[in-house]
């Protein structure tokens, strides 16, 4: 053994002690922060059972109102209304935060698992040599540095989502209070305007009442822990093409539907959600395919649009430049999870994307 590769031996041994000493101090950061986050969990969900309980009362107090409105008090209708906002606005925020939180809970296990899996296999005597190093340090390097990228896109998009519901809900839920300010005023000057204003007040809360559904349903449908992946895509495929008008969705299932591992189908969901999204925001296409088939071992699919294509390498290697680690970051979790992952696609002819994914 020459000196060079002595030496780029002892500075691989060396570099790979250091990513272990940073991964253990990493892993009991985020132990505590899971701890934290699990505190604020029951608090919160406290919190939010108290104010379901209030809104209930609240809203057959409206019911009541209504029925009676010609003849209650200007005051107590007033006060009615005011309450019903302030709980209802409340209520949004402390069930947001909740699920918030819940995701937050669940990178950071998935993270702290991969952490833990890195530094058991540095001590176990298998990849471990006679002097203490590990026989392959640039094996786990390359695991740290997948698991990187993976929370770094999911950071990518919990910021996107952050900003869609900055200028969509938030922004709306803005609109709903002044409006409510604008008829709380006409109950003294003008009671016939007031009642004119109150229907549009509530069309407004319904609209964004459904936006609010769409942005939950797209953070974490609650059908997907009660029914399983394929009624989900179903769905999603469903709302998703009637927001994306031009846009003809189609999904083809092949196979008998059964429930899968939850983070098989969470990862799938999550994988086809992604490309879809990309579809619409980037391919200018008018129709996608999505094609899936269940089978005894594994579940395979296969995504095709005829928008205007790609260069797969080219796209591959610029994406960490430009921290859009949107493809890497969907090969990464595929190939953790033992499944394979491929795009085939070109400048003009549209885009093919086939996965599968191990069932048992």
């Known amino acids: 053994m020459d000196e060079q590769t002595i030496n780029e031996e002892a500075n691989s041994q060396a570099t790979f002690a250091q990513v272990i000493e940073e991964a253990e101090t990493e892993y009991q950061q985020i132990q505590n922060e899971m701890r934290e986050i699990s505190m604020l969990i029951r608090q919160s969900t406290d919190e939010v059972e108290n104010l379901s309980q209030r809104n209930a009362q609240i809203s057959n107090r409206l019911r009541i109102m ?28 402390m069930r947001g935060q909740v699920e918030q939180l819940q995701g937050k809970q669940q990178y950071l296990e998935r993270y702290a698992n991969h952490l833990k899996h890195i530094i058991d296999s540095y001590y176990q005597r298998e990849d471990v040599s006679e002097s203490g190093l590990p026989v ?44 409510a300010e604008i008829v ?31 942005y939950i349903f797209q953070l974490r449908p609650m059908m997907l822990d009660d029914l399983g992946v394929i009624p989900t895509l179903k769905q999603y495929v469903q709302e998703f093409e009637n927001t994306h008008e031009n846009l003809a969705c189609k999904l083809l299932v092949a196979g008998a539907e059964r429930r899968l591992p939850a983070h098989i189908e969470v990862t799938l969901f999550r994988v086809i959600q992604a490309l879809l999204n990309n579809v619409a925001d980037h391919a200018h296409a008018t129709e996608v395919n999505i094609n899936i088939e269940l089978q005894r071992d594994r579940i395979s699919a296969t995504i095709t649009d005829n928008g205007d294509g790609f260069d797969v390498e080219e796209a591959i290697a610029e994406a960490p430049k430009q921290k859009h680690m949107g493809i890497i970051s969907m090969q990464e979790q595929i190939t953790m999870l033992r499944g394979e992952i491929a795009f085939d696609s070109g400048i003009g002819r549209g885009t093919t994307v086939s996965l599968w994914l191990p069932t048992e």
Do not use: W
Request: glycine residues 2%; negative net charge; hydrophobic residues 35%.
């Open 66 to 93: 209504e029925s009676n409105i010609d003849t209650m008090p200007r005051e107590d209708i007033q006060e009615i209304y005011r309450a019903a906002q302030d709980t209802q606005s409340r209520l949004f925020m």
């Open 184 to 214: 709380e005023r006409l109950f003294d000057k003008d009671p016939s305007r007031a009642r004119n204003e109150l229907i549009t007040l509530k069309d407004a809360v319904n609209e964004t009442f459904q936006k609010i559904r769409e």
């Open 136 to 179: 392959n340090p640039g094996a786990n390097i390359t695991a740290a540095s997948s698991m990187m990228n993976i929370i770094n896109a999911q950071e990518q998009e919990r910021l996107h989502l952050s900003r869609q519901l900055h200028d969509g809900p938030a922004q709306s839920l803005t609109n709903l209070i002044l409006q």
